[in-house]
Every structure is written in C-alpha cells, then in structure tokens.
C-alpha cells in the first residue's frame, strides 16, 4: 500500500513538472512557483525524459498555499459577506434560544422537584414515557448530520 502511494504521487509530480512545461510560455509565474515547489529548474523540452523519470528522488517538495485563488466579482464577494453574516445571526439566534430553552427546563425541573419531594410517590414511577408517531423529518438548516422531526404524541398543542 505504501509503496502503490509512492509510486502514485511520484507519477503525479512528474505530470504535474511537464505540465509545467507546457504552461511556461502562457502562465510564466505561474509555472514559476510550480518549479519553486517541485524544488527542480525547468529544462528544454527536448532533454524531457519520456519515460517520466525527471525528477530527482529525495528531493523536497514545497507544500504551501494554493497556486491560484477563485477569482470574485464584488457581487459575488457581497453575496458571501451576507450568507456569512446571516449564517453568524442563525447561530446567534440560536444559540440564544438553547440557553432560553434551557433556562425554563431548569425552571421547570426545580419546580417539579418541589413538587416530587412533596409526595410520597416512589421515583421510579415518575417517569413519563411517550408512544408518538413521527410526522416529519427534514435536515436541520445548520448542521450536516442532525435532523429535525415532528412527533405527534396526542397532545392537544399539536406534535412537538
């Protein structure tokens, strides 16, 4: 596996050196910083080695930023600034609501502890377990692997 790797990457870096090559007349700073990174002077196309053995083994290969950045017009650089700020108030918001919600569930909680200490009631028997069926499922807005439903559960307020 390690050695099927070396061998894979090595015929990457050769491509990516005759790329090279061939791109110095149209892109030359381009092509420039490629050479840089391949740590290896370009040579006449002629004396390139058709078997693809034109790099030197050993040699240290410079990894750093991307060569060429996406160009945006400003139409497309506002879009992504608001999407940003609208997606950073989302999460705001909501945040804001999980430390609402939190609060009156702790609220909640005390005021059921009142209640519980004062009957005798076994804890055990405490426990409130719902059957619901499951309306609707969609993928949450914010987030890649969490999902949110609606489960019916036969309360008057509708499903949850």
Same mark, same amino acid.
């Given at each position: 596996?390690?050695?099927?790797?070396?061998?894979?990457?090595r015929?990457?870096?050769e491509?990516?050196?005759?790329?090279?090559?061939?791109?110095?007349?149209?892109?030359?700073?381009?092509?420039?910083k490629?050479?840089?990174?391949?740590?290896t002077?370009?040579?006449?196309?002629g004396?390139?080695?058709?078997?693809?053995?034109?790099l030197?083994?050993?040699?240290?290969?410079?990894?750093?930023?991307?060569?060429?950045?996406?160009?945006?017009? =400003?139409? /497309?650089?506002?879009?992504? #600034? =608001?999407?940003?700020?609208?997606?950073?108030q989302?999460?705001?918001?909501?945040?804001?609501?999980?430390?609402?919600?939190?609060?009156? #569930?702790?609220?909640?909680?005390?005021?059921?502890?009142?209640a519980?200490?004062?009957? /005798?009631?076994?804890?055990?028997?405490?426990?409130d377990?719902?059957?619901?069926?499951?309306?609707?499922?969609?993928?949450?807005?914010e987030?890649?692997?969490?999902f949110?439903?609606?489960i019916?559960?036969? #309360? #008057?307020?509708?499903?949850?």
């Amino acid at each position: 596996l390690a050695e099927q790797r070396r061998i894979i990457v090595r015929a990457t870096l050769e491509a990516v050196y005759a790329s090279a090559h061939m791109l110095l007349p149209f892109i030359p700073d381009g092509a420039s910083k490629i050479f840089h990174k391949l740590s290896t002077e370009p040579t006449n196309l002629g004396k390139l080695s058709s078997d693809m053995r034109n790099l030197t083994v050993g040699t240290k290969i410079v990894v750093g930023d991307v060569l060429y950045t996406k160009l945006l017009s =400003e139409a /497309d650089m506002l879009s992504a #600034e =608001e999407a940003s700020k609208k997606k950073a108030q989302a999460y705001a918001d909501a945040q804001k609501r999980k430390k609402e919600k939190k609060a009156k #569930e702790i609220a909640k909680s005390k005021a059921g502890q009142k209640a519980a200490a004062a009957s /005798d009631q076994p804890d055990f028997t405490k426990i409130d377990i719902r059957v619901g069926e499951i309306k609707k499922v969609w993928l949450h807005p914010e987030a890649d692997k969490l999902f949110c439903e609606e489960i019916e559960v036969g #309360e #008057e307020s509708g499903p949850r």
